[in-house]
């Protein structure tokens, strides 16, 4: 990720300062999936973040169709949804180039797109599996120490909450996030009435997930 820095910060001028803004997305898939639920998730994470963590981050979050080649302009990219997710030739081959070139894919599950995502994953990288991630990994201390591992924000089944990773030679390129509901927890606090403390889990693994893929 630290060769793609100067190429992917954009400049914005503030009187005589200059501010580098990074840039997020919001993968666009193809299936029929609602790949645009939670539209406020990343905007507050985005803003928890440059409050907490000392980012910059755009709050003006993009949205990259999983074939669009700009994808290479996002050293983050978040995907999630409910229901099916298919890529096509086109799309498996730009984020293969994508994830291959320093690129960090989170996958939220919103509950329901697992049966759906993994046959895609695989298909994706053939060879590679998702591994369960344990609670020592980096990713839940980067800047917020979660020492239990993934934290769950909505209980849906009640089954526990896993962090998968996808590994390529040794780095983490995609992680997924599953039976947390993470998404649901960076939304605006009307849409799901979470209590504080729960939305405040949350965006601190959010900010997490963001501080690894910034500097991983």
Request: proline share 7%; charged share 20%; with cysteine.
């Amino acid at each position: 990720m630290k060769l793609w820095l100067c190429s992917l910060l954009t400049l914005l001028f503030t009187g005589s300062h200059v501010l580098c803004a990074q840039r997020i997305a919001v993968l666009q898939y193809e299936g029929g999936g609602d790949w645009y639920a939670n539209p406020t998730s990343l905007p507050n994470l985005a803003q928890f973040c440059n409050t907490s963590i000392h980012t910059a981050i755009d709050p003006n979050i993009a949205t990259i169709k999983a074939t669009d080649p700009a994808i290479m302009q996002y050293p983050f990219v978040h995907m999630t949804g409910h229901g099916n997710v298919y890529f096509s030739e086109d799309a498996l081959r730009n984020l293969r180039d994508y994830l291959n070139s320093g690129g960090f894919l989170h996958i939220d599950d919103n509950y329901g797109i697992d049966e759906y995502l993994r046959p895609q994953l695989k298909k994706l990288y053939p060879q590679e599996e998702l591994i369960e991630l344990p609670a020592n990994h980096p990713v839940f201390s980067s800047a917020f120490a979660f020492p239990q591992g993934l934290p769950k924000i909505h209980e849906h089944d009640g089954l526990r909450p896993q962090a998968f990773g996808l590994f390529k030679e040794g780095r983490l390129i995609i992680l997924y996030t599953k039976e947390s509901d993470l998404g649901d927890g960076w939304e605006s606090p009307a849409v799901h009435n979470d209590p504080p403390e729960v939305r405040e889990k949350a965006l601190k693994m959010g900010a997490n997930i963001i501080k690894y893929a910034f500097e991983n």
